[in-house]
Protein backbone atom coordinates (compact mmCIF):
# COMPACT_ATOMS: atom_id res chain seq x y z
CA UNK A 1 0.00 0.00 0.00
CA UNK A 2 1.30 3.19 -0.93
CA UNK A 3 2.07 5.27 2.57
CA UNK A 4 2.00 9.66 2.50
CA UNK A 5 2.85 10.63 5.85
CA UNK A 6 2.73 13.97 6.95
CA UNK A 7 4.47 15.80 9.89
CA UNK A 8 1.77 17.20 11.77
CA UNK A 9 -2.41 16.37 12.30
CA UNK A 10 -2.75 19.97 13.90
CA UNK A 11 -0.17 22.70 14.10
CA UNK A 12 -0.65 26.04 16.23
CA UNK A 13 1.73 29.10 14.68
CA UNK A 14 1.87 32.83 15.34
CA UNK A 15 1.68 35.34 13.51
CA UNK A 16 5.11 35.96 11.08
CA UNK A 17 6.05 32.67 12.68
CA UNK A 18 8.50 30.14 9.63
CA UNK A 19 6.21 27.02 9.06
CA UNK A 20 7.66 23.92 7.66
CA UNK A 21 4.66 21.61 6.50
CA UNK A 22 6.40 18.29 5.64
CA UNK A 23 5.35 15.33 3.49
CA UNK A 24 6.96 11.74 2.82
CA UNK A 25 6.13 9.06 0.57
CA UNK A 26 7.31 5.61 0.40
CA UNK A 27 6.54 4.49 -3.40
CA UNK A 28 9.35 6.32 -5.38
CA UNK A 29 6.45 8.44 -6.96
CA UNK A 30 7.95 11.38 -9.08
CA UNK A 31 5.17 13.71 -8.81
CA UNK A 32 4.15 15.13 -5.41
CA UNK A 33 1.51 18.08 -4.55
CA UNK A 34 0.62 20.67 -1.60
CA UNK A 35 -2.97 21.25 -1.82
CA UNK A 36 -5.15 24.01 0.96
CA UNK A 37 -8.33 22.97 1.44
CA UNK A 38 -11.15 25.63 2.78
CA UNK A 39 -14.69 25.46 3.08
CA UNK A 40 -16.56 26.57 -0.16
CA UNK A 41 -13.41 26.42 -2.10
CA UNK A 42 -12.47 22.90 -2.34
CA UNK A 43 -8.97 21.74 -2.77
CA UNK A 44 -6.77 24.47 -4.72
CA UNK A 45 -2.89 23.63 -5.63
CA UNK A 46 -0.01 25.35 -3.93
CA UNK A 47 3.26 23.97 -5.48
CA UNK A 48 3.37 20.51 -6.97
CA UNK A 49 7.14 18.98 -7.73
CA UNK A 50 7.86 16.50 -10.68
CA UNK A 51 11.10 15.38 -9.91
CA UNK A 52 13.45 16.22 -7.10
CA UNK A 53 14.74 20.19 -6.71
CA UNK A 54 12.22 20.69 -9.83
CA UNK A 55 8.85 22.41 -8.57
CA UNK A 56 6.09 24.72 -10.47
CA UNK A 57 3.49 27.23 -8.79
CA UNK A 58 -0.10 25.78 -8.70
CA UNK A 59 -3.02 28.08 -8.40
CA UNK A 60 -1.63 29.82 -5.29
CA UNK A 61 1.48 29.23 -4.05
CA UNK A 62 1.69 33.22 -2.58
CA UNK A 63 2.82 33.62 0.40
CA UNK A 64 4.38 29.71 0.23
CA UNK A 65 7.43 28.12 -0.65
CA UNK A 66 8.69 24.75 -1.56
CA UNK A 67 11.59 22.16 -1.16
CA UNK A 68 12.45 18.19 -3.08
CA UNK A 69 15.93 17.73 -1.91
CA UNK A 70 15.46 13.93 -1.92
CA UNK A 71 12.81 12.21 -3.93
CA UNK A 72 10.08 10.82 -0.99
CA UNK A 73 10.00 14.12 1.21
CA UNK A 74 8.40 17.41 -0.49
CA UNK A 75 8.47 20.20 2.14
CA UNK A 76 6.17 23.19 2.46
CA UNK A 77 7.39 26.45 4.07
CA UNK A 78 5.13 29.66 4.98
CA UNK A 79 7.99 31.98 5.31
CA UNK A 80 6.09 34.14 7.75
CA UNK A 81 2.81 32.86 8.94
CA UNK A 82 -0.32 34.97 8.33
CA UNK A 83 -4.14 34.23 9.78
CA UNK A 84 -5.26 34.09 6.14
CA UNK A 85 -2.80 30.89 5.79
CA UNK A 86 -5.08 29.23 8.68
CA UNK A 87 -6.14 25.78 6.73
CA UNK A 88 -6.24 22.22 6.35
CA UNK A 89 -3.00 21.74 4.06
CA UNK A 90 -3.11 18.48 2.19
CA UNK A 91 0.04 16.66 0.29
CA UNK A 92 -0.33 14.12 -2.40
CA UNK A 93 1.86 11.52 -4.94
CA UNK A 94 1.52 9.95 -7.64
CA UNK A 95 3.35 8.00 -10.15
CA UNK A 96 2.40 10.54 -12.81
CA UNK A 97 -0.44 12.74 -13.89
CA UNK A 98 -2.42 9.98 -15.50
CA UNK A 99 -2.57 8.18 -12.21
CA UNK A 100 -4.17 8.41 -9.16
CA UNK A 101 -3.30 10.55 -6.34
CA UNK A 102 -2.18 9.26 -3.03
CA UNK A 103 -3.23 11.65 -0.38
CA UNK A 104 -1.94 12.29 3.12
CA UNK A 105 -3.97 12.39 6.04
CA UNK A 106 -3.61 16.49 6.24
CA UNK A 107 -2.40 19.12 8.81
CA UNK A 108 -4.92 21.62 10.12
CA UNK A 109 -2.54 24.64 10.36
CA UNK A 110 -4.32 27.39 13.07
CA UNK A 111 -2.36 30.89 12.54
CA UNK A 112 -3.09 33.31 15.88
CA UNK B 1 -9.27 26.32 -17.35
CA UNK B 2 -11.50 23.68 -16.77
CA UNK B 3 -14.89 24.45 -14.17
CA UNK B 4 -16.10 21.48 -12.49
CA UNK B 5 -19.56 21.83 -10.81
CA UNK B 6 -21.16 19.30 -8.10
CA UNK B 7 -24.48 18.61 -7.65
CA UNK B 8 -25.86 18.42 -4.92
CA UNK B 9 -23.81 20.11 -2.46
CA UNK B 10 -25.42 18.40 0.57
CA UNK B 11 -27.27 15.19 0.25
CA UNK B 12 -29.45 13.58 3.32
CA UNK B 13 -30.46 9.73 2.54
CA UNK B 14 -31.82 6.94 4.94
CA UNK B 15 -30.01 3.50 5.12
CA UNK B 16 -30.28 1.70 2.22
CA UNK B 17 -31.24 4.33 -0.59
CA UNK B 18 -29.72 4.27 -3.99
CA UNK B 19 -27.26 7.86 -4.13
CA UNK B 20 -26.25 9.53 -7.42
CA UNK B 21 -23.83 12.18 -7.00
CA UNK B 22 -23.22 14.41 -10.36
CA UNK B 23 -20.09 15.86 -11.91
CA UNK B 24 -20.20 18.29 -14.71
CA UNK B 25 -17.22 20.37 -16.21
CA UNK B 26 -17.07 22.62 -19.12
CA UNK B 27 -13.75 21.73 -21.74
CA UNK B 28 -12.71 18.26 -22.42
CA UNK B 29 -10.56 16.23 -20.70
CA UNK B 30 -8.34 13.05 -20.73
CA UNK B 31 -9.56 11.77 -17.32
CA UNK B 32 -11.76 12.25 -14.48
CA UNK B 33 -11.19 11.21 -10.48
CA UNK B 34 -13.62 10.56 -8.22
CA UNK B 35 -12.47 10.83 -4.61
CA UNK B 36 -14.14 10.36 -1.46
CA UNK B 37 -12.75 12.11 1.86
CA UNK B 38 -13.86 11.27 5.49
CA UNK B 39 -14.27 13.63 8.66
CA UNK B 40 -10.96 13.79 9.71
CA UNK B 41 -9.24 15.13 6.04
CA UNK B 42 -7.74 11.92 5.02
CA UNK B 43 -8.81 11.39 1.06
CA UNK B 44 -9.20 7.95 -0.60
CA UNK B 45 -9.25 7.69 -4.56
CA UNK B 46 -12.28 5.58 -5.52
CA UNK B 47 -11.98 5.58 -9.43
CA UNK B 48 -10.26 7.07 -12.21
CA UNK B 49 -12.19 6.92 -15.45
CA UNK B 50 -11.88 8.28 -19.27
CA UNK B 51 -14.99 6.52 -20.38
CA UNK B 52 -17.50 4.52 -19.67
CA UNK B 53 -17.96 2.84 -16.43
CA UNK B 54 -15.87 1.58 -13.43
CA UNK B 55 -17.57 -0.69 -10.35
CA UNK B 56 -16.00 -0.78 -7.19
CA UNK B 57 -18.36 -2.92 -4.26
CA UNK B 58 -21.03 -0.78 -3.91
CA UNK B 59 -19.80 2.01 -6.08
CA UNK B 60 -20.18 2.98 -9.15
CA UNK B 61 -19.00 5.44 -11.27
CA UNK B 62 -20.01 6.16 -14.78
CA UNK B 63 -18.48 9.09 -17.53
CA UNK B 64 -20.16 10.80 -20.64
CA UNK B 65 -17.68 12.02 -22.18
CA UNK B 66 -19.83 14.02 -25.16
CA UNK B 67 -21.62 15.12 -22.05
CA UNK B 68 -19.13 16.16 -20.15
CA UNK B 69 -20.55 14.69 -17.53
CA UNK B 70 -20.16 11.59 -14.65
CA UNK B 71 -21.92 10.74 -11.80
CA UNK B 72 -21.08 8.31 -8.83
CA UNK B 73 -23.83 6.15 -7.46
CA UNK B 74 -24.17 4.27 -4.42
CA UNK B 75 -26.09 0.92 -4.30
CA UNK B 76 -28.25 -0.37 -0.52
CA UNK B 77 -26.45 2.96 1.15
CA UNK B 78 -25.06 2.91 4.78
CA UNK B 79 -23.78 5.39 7.11
CA UNK B 80 -20.34 4.69 7.15
CA UNK B 81 -20.45 6.20 3.46
CA UNK B 82 -20.88 9.21 5.15
CA UNK B 83 -18.26 11.45 3.96
CA UNK B 84 -17.24 14.25 1.05
CA UNK B 85 -17.56 13.01 -2.40
CA UNK B 86 -14.74 15.44 -5.09
CA UNK B 87 -14.90 15.08 -8.35
CA UNK B 88 -11.94 16.22 -9.96
CA UNK B 89 -10.90 16.65 -13.62
CA UNK B 90 -7.60 15.84 -16.01
CA UNK B 91 -6.56 18.24 -18.95
CA UNK B 92 -5.61 16.89 -22.01
CA UNK B 93 -2.31 17.92 -21.82
CA UNK B 94 -2.33 15.89 -18.69
CA UNK B 95 0.25 18.43 -16.07
CA UNK B 96 1.44 21.25 -14.84
CA UNK B 97 -0.31 23.82 -12.97
CA UNK B 98 -3.76 23.30 -15.17
CA UNK B 99 -3.43 19.56 -14.67
CA UNK B 100 -6.19 18.69 -12.20
CA UNK B 101 -8.80 20.71 -11.13
CA UNK B 102 -11.52 20.06 -8.44
CA UNK B 103 -14.94 20.37 -7.40
CA UNK B 104 -16.09 21.92 -4.05
CA UNK B 105 -17.16 18.35 -2.77
CA UNK B 106 -20.76 16.80 -2.43
CA UNK B 107 -21.50 16.26 1.55
CA UNK B 108 -23.14 13.34 1.88
CA UNK B 109 -24.51 11.81 5.41
CA UNK B 110 -26.67 8.45 6.02
CA UNK B 111 -29.06 8.10 8.40
CA UNK B 112 -29.66 4.95 10.24
Known amino acids: DVKVTQSSRYLVKRTGEKVFLECVQD?????MFWYRQDPGLGLRLIYFSYDVKMKEKGDIPEGYSVSREKKERFSLILESASTNQTSMYLC???????????FGPGTRLTVT | KNEVEQSPQNLTAQEGEFITINCSYS?????LHWLQQHPGGGIVSLFM???GKKKHGRLIATINIQEKHSSLHITASHPRDSAVYICAVLSPSGGGADGLTFGKGTHLIIQP
Open chain 2, 27 to 31: VGISA
Open chain 2, 49 to 51: LSS
Open chain 1, 92 to 102: ASSQGWRYEQY
Open chain 1, 27 to 31: MDHEN
